[in-house]
């Protein structure tokens, strides 16, 4: 297993089930296991090059991740008519960050439209 290897890894490729509410070639989002809000997404990029673990890690080459997975966020928010949404990313253990690949937290207390 890669030293950077996560559970949304294994996501992405399908190893474990989600639920997936939306996919394109950049991004998936995904129902959070444990759901802090009526509607709780976590948004993450797919590309092997968009890797990074998080927001501490941000570089040149992936500082347009963040703004990738919130104009996401944004777009779906829309299609879904929610209108009323926090986003969050945690950083580092101290931060709460558990999963060390870059994520958005969405969160919602109007229900996504399935
Ligand atoms: P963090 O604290 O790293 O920002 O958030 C990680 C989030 O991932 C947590 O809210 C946790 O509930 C969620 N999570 C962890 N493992 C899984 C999983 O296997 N499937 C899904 N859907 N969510 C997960």
Not at 71 to 87: E, H, V
């Amino acid at each position: 297993m890669p030293e950077k290897e996560t559970i949304f890894h294994k996501i992405i490729r399908r190893e474990i089930p989600a639920s997936i509410v939306y996919e394109d070639d950049e991004v998936m989002a995904f129902k959070d296991k444990h759901p802090k809000a009526k509607t709780h997404l976590l948004f993450i990029a797919k590309k092997e090059s968009d890797f990074v673990p998080s927001i501490n890690d941000l570089d040149e080459k992936t500082a347009h991740v963040p703004l990738l997975l919130i104009r996401k966020a944004q777009a779906l928010a829309k299609s879904k008519g929610i209108d009323g949404y926090q986003l969050k990313f945690h950083v580092g253990k101290g931060g709460g960050q558990e999963v060390f690949f870059l994520h958005l937290h969405f969160l919602s207390e109007q229900k996504i439209n399935d």
